[in-house]
């Protein structure tokens, strides 16, 4: 009798609730009437997804008003505008992704890598093509001209940006100066990356005469659209350090730049670090203050200070732009896909290293 | 080791507004002075014009001589650093530094200084001040763990023991339970007394059985009204205050009629 009530009882907490296959028969319905909707304008694959999405989302929405009330009807139907709304915020990512790796892997080859475009005229293309052998030429010449390009921009702007926010958070009280400071890193932050080119390249136009190109121009260019975003970083970083931290220090009778830099900058270590391997990774793909500044070559330039220097964005610029063979543009079309993806792994590398620097820079918890 | 603190006529200012007005009292060394009061009486504003930390608030600026031991804290040619150094602070919130471990905690006032120390020298210190702080039992075995993973109480205690390391011959304690158990309350007040044998000892404390327990002398701090400067009121032998006190004020605060 007992277990007989209660398999009978209904729990007041759960009645009025849809069972979980409710949403299933939504599901199928909707699926079915999209289809039967797309095939009027024309079937394709896309549209009768999208089509399913709404369908579903409106008859979600109605069973659920009907059965649950209009409170969870409209919880529903949020939910699900939010999930829609993140899928297609992922569509471009995931589209660019599959696009660079499907067309970009074919040409990552170890001789891509490791040889320069030196000596790869259009005549070579223009065999390879016709004798089907594997394209010769590669990226070295602008991977090593990335390299040296971030690394001196990341040695030019570190140093600035970690000073002026030090400035910033434990030094400037609010006064004119910070003000300014604060006012003209966001002016920065907005500067388009040609005019940084071009302001590098008149300025050194100006010191070392006119079309100075070098390695070296392309740092600075580099490092004026980098200075904001380590500053904005560093600052953010800085003042989430507890004042209470500083005030140990002070009364440990321990001198203001000592506690800066062995207790506020080591507490926030792993935060700076991260912002500027993302600042890095922000300007590692910039094209246009690079072709003002530092040019364009073909071959190997270990030299920063002198000479025109190749970088991925301006390489896979010019492959695409002017192919190597005018008649055959596909060993250039393949070498552009293959740098495309070499700088997109570039960038995730240099995002993967952030987390690691942030985990491993974190102050310890733990007994 | 042990100084004396003479305060004269001093007025603390946050940029215009007067926090504390016309303060005078005499701190013996060897002792536990408490400050007790209504919040926003400037007793911590006061303790901390007594090493200086005041100057780490902007526009916080002060009238009048702190001496130490006849030494003026606010004479020309001072460093505040060196007033730190000889008059340590310990706060209401534990703060031990989150990238040190337990011993390094220990050893910041002299390894943040950069001052060369054996590593013997070091192993003798931590134990000493760790012995001083009551802590050396229960953190022996992870001197090497982050000092973030003790409990409040053992936190607090390393603060004590941070701040005992550097030697210093003053300690003020800013409401240094308020964060605290009864048990870790208890553990930090034994320590006090074990203190007031080598230190001169200044505790700011709403806890006025705290104040009862562990000091010697009392000053009732208190403000006329919102905006006034806060005022010394009374200071006396603690068993006067608690017992006999001169002003209707100050007997009225300790009895819990206001504030």
Known sequence: ?367 | MSKRISVKDLNVFYGDFKAVEDVTLDIAPRSVTAFIGPSGCGKSTFLRTLNRMHEVIPGARVEGDVLLDGDNLYGPGVDPVTVRSRIGMVFQRANPFPTMSIRDNVLAGVKLNNKRISSSDADDLVERSLRGANLWKEVKDRLQKPGSGLSGGQQQRLCIARAIAVEPEVILMDEPCSALDPISTMAIEDLIAELEKDYTVVIVTHNMQQAARVSERTAFFNIAGAGEPGRLIEYSDTTDIFNNPREKSTEDYVSGRFG
């Open chain 1, 1 to 367: 009798m007992l277990k007989v009530d209660a398999k009978q009882h209904q729990s007041q907490l759960t009645r009025n609730r849809l069972p979980r296959f409710a949403l299933l028969a939504v599901l199928f319905p909707a699926a079915i009437a999209a289809a039967a909707a797309a095939t009027l304008i024309g079937f394709n694959v896309v549209l009768w997804m999208v089509f399913t999405a709404v369908l579903f989302v409106i008859g979600a929405w109605l069973i659920t008003l009907l059965v649950e009330g209009s409170r969870h009807a409209g919880n529903r139907m949020i939910r699900y505008v939010v999930y829609g709304a993140f899928i297609l915020a992922l569509i471009p990512l995931v589209s660019v992704i599959w696009t660079v790796l499907e067309r970009g892997l074919p040409g990552l080859t170890s001789n891509f890598l490791w040889t320069s475009m030196s000596g790869v005229t259009g005549a070579v293309d223009n065999r390879t093509v016709a004798e089907g052998t594997p394209v010769l030429g590669g990226a070295y010449h602008a991977i090593v001209g990335t390299l040296q390009i971030s690394l001196v921009a990341t040695l030019i702007s570190v140093p600035i940006g970690l000073m002026s926010a030090i400035y910033l958070v434990e030094y400037g009280t609010g006064g004119p100066l910070s003000r300014a400071i604060t006012f003209f890193v966001d002016v920065m932050t907005g500067i388009p990356s040609i005019v940084a080119g071009l302001f590098a390249a008149a300025l050194f136009g100006m010191v070392f005469g006119p079309a100075t190109r070098t390695g070296f121009v392309a740092a600075v260019a580099l490092s004026v659209l980098m200075i904001p975003v380590v500053v904005r970083s560093t600052e953010e970083m800085l003042r989430i350090v507890p004042n209470e931290l500083r005030e140990a220090s002070y009364a440990l009778g321990v001198r203001k730049w000592r506690t800066i830099t062995k207790v506020v900058i080591p507490t926030a270590i792993s935060g700076i670090a991260s912002g500027v391997t993302l600042a890095i990774a922000r300007v590692v793909g910039e094209t246009a203050p690079i072709l003002v500044t530092a040019g364009f070559a073909t071959s190997i330039n270990w030299n920063v200070f002198s000479g025109w220097m190749a970088s991925l964005p301006t390489f896979i610029y010019y492959q695409i732009r002017t192919p190597t063979s005018p008649t055959n543009v596909e060993p250039s079309d393949q070498r552009a896909w293959a740098a495309a993806l070499i700088l997109i792994l570039f960038v995730m590398l240099l995002n993967l290293a952030a987390r690691l620097i942030a985990r491993f820079f974190a102050p310890r918890t733990g007994r």
